[in-house]
């Protein structure tokens, strides 16, 4: 099971970038997917979930900017970030959970892609 995310960069105040999620070797049932951000010295915070039945959360700092999808076919999910802000620069992961809850703490979540890195330029 392999999660890859992708699409950070450097992108101006106010921009918009899309970061995808693809999901590989999952054969199971169904799986959540959540983004997350991990600031320097500080633990992994979530920003937006998915569940198997597309139900979607997202921490309140995000909330009307960052929308989260995802697309069965390509088995890639996605967080269209908008209106981007100097303290959304950091590096973004996204996660995996077997079944169709949704956990806000990192630590409940089993499968992990590399981050990517999201810079916010002012």
């Known amino acids: 099971f392999q999660l890859q995310a992708f699409g950070g960069g450097l992108v101006q105040l106010g921009g918009s970038l899309r970061l995808s999620c693809a999901v590989s070797?999952?054969?199971?049932?169904?799986?959540?997917i959540g983004w997350f951000r991990q600031y320097p010295g500080k633990e992994r915070e979530g920003v937006s979930y998915?569940?198997?039945?597309?139900?979607?959360e997202y921490v309140d700092s995000v909330k009307g900017r960052f929308t989260i999808s995802s697309d069965s076919a390509k088995n890639t999910v996605y967080l269209q970030m908008r209106g981007l802000q100097p303290e959304d620069t950091v590096t973004y992961y996204c996660?995996?959970?077997?079944?169709?809850?949704?956990?806000?703490?990192?630590?409940?979540?089993?499968?992990w892609g590399q981050g990517t890195l999201v810079t916010v330029s002012s």
């Open positions: 996660a995996a959970k077997d079944g169709d809850r949704i956990y806000r703490d990192y630590w409940m979540w089993d499968y």
């Open positions: 070797g999952f054969t199971r049932g169904g799986y959540a």
């Open positions: 998915i569940s198997s039945g597309g139900a979607t």
